[in-house]
Nanobody, 126 residues
Framework: VQLQACGGGLVQAGGSLRLSCAAS????????MGWFREAPEKEREFVAA???????YYADSVKGRFTIFRGNDKNTVYLQMISLKPEDTAVYYC?????????????????????WGQGTLVTVSS
């Protein structure tokens, strides 16, 4: 699976952005998808995940502000971000892994994802 993330940019606090992650090489219907982010001098952290069957999961820090969803083509995953804060500034990565029961215990673990996009930078100014 090849993943291509885009949609990052510079936005003021309180603004919105939508990130997209387009997949090629495989259909995503059998893949769990995740978004992670990496801020300067911080470890990569979980943001959101989708099992592709309607269940979604979010980090507490973004709950209520971010939404992960799949496009009608089922091969694009989006991260809609609203009410952005300066602490949301980071490089955002999309990732994919085969769905299994194990996904539901480890969806927030970056080590369990097999495929990664190249990252897209989100900068939120105060």
């Amino acid at each position: 699976v090849q993943l291509q993330a885009c949609g990052g940019g510079l936005v003021q606090a309180g603004g919105s952005l939508r990130l997209s992650c387009a997949a090629s090489g495989r259909r995503l219907s059998t893949y769990g998808m995740g978004w992670f982010r990496e801020a300067p001098e911080k470890e990569r952290e979980f943001v959101a995940a989708s099992d592709g069957d309607g269940d979604t999961y979010y980090a507490d820090s973004v709950k209520g502000r971010f939404t992960i969803f799949r496009g009608n083509d089922k091969n694009t995953v989006y991260l809609q971000m609203i009410s952005l804060k300066p602490e949301d500034t980071a490089v955002y990565y999309c990732a994919a892994r085969r769905i299994s029961d194990y996904f539901y215990y480890t969806f927030s673990s970056s080590r369990d994802y097999d495929y990664w996009g190249q990252g897209t930078l989100v900068t939120v100014s105060s």
